[in-house]
């Protein structure tokens, strides 16, 4: 499949979102978004206005900490019939991961009650990771940060700074290396993840002060942090640590959301106000839209050959213009 690039200028979808994290589509042809500081689903309409969906219990909104990263599994046997939402959201405690039935059809589609996934992901102000999502192997992965404390990273009994697999309520499923639910470690915080064609794992992770990085994910791959930022002394290097694909000065990125679309990888930046492109079969690399809206915190496929993303200047650390933070599509070809 030819490597796509975007074409045209984007068009905004919808406006007024408040610190939004997460843009979930689902089968059904709604889209869900998570507000960081709401703790609010809202659910987008054809005409471009929002509604909310529900809010998810128990969020306590702190630094980067909230209502983060949305998943979504289909599920006939859930109350309601059709599937589940899970949300990632920092508490008054920890981190967790939790799933709420999807009620109702698209266009009024609510919550249920929150249960239970996963408890006690490490929070902090910072680096709380926070995205989900669903492989093509049916496994809920999820990023979690080192929530600044650099010694989790490396720590193979605490699942900060970590990329997580788990099956979807939450259990330890076979093939995960260290028999726990860490997939890969020495992370800082990861957040985004999205899977190529061949069914290979690809995270976007913000780095400290000099590189931030997209690491194609292994089993039990060890990504250096803390004590390498960025490249060290080659793949699979002497220390065992597996060096990025790709890195960026965290002026020109501070990477969130990823997207892949015909192998062509999207990544949302929020320092770098841009979106970037990588196509990992011919290294070609490029930015789009420096500048132009503000910090971009998600991207994802849209319908009919296009790409969403949305931007996040409403989160504290941007310059909002009226209207702000807006969902945006632009069409996508080789």
Known sequence: MPPVRPVGDPVVIASGLEAPWSILRLPDGSTLISERDTALVRELLPDGTLRDAGRVADVRPQGEGGLLGLAALADS???????WVYAYATTADDNQIVRMPLLGAAGSHT???PEPVLRGIPKAG?????RLGFGPDGLLYATAGDAGNTANAQNLSSVGGKILRMTPTGGVPAGNPFG????????RNPQGIAWDSTGALWASEFGQNTWDELNRIVPGGNYGWPTVEGRGTGQANDSGFIDPVEQWPTSEASPSGLAVVNDTLFMAALRGERLWRIVPSTGEVDDWFAGSFGRLRDVVSGPNGTLWFVSNNTDGRGTPSPGDDRLYQVRVAP
């Open 126 to 130: 910072n680096h709380n990771g926070g």
């Open 111 to 113: 919550l249920g009650d």
């Open 77 to 83: 046997a859930a109350p309601g019939g059709t599937g």
């Open 180 to 187: 726990t639910l860490v997939y890969s470690y020495g992370h």
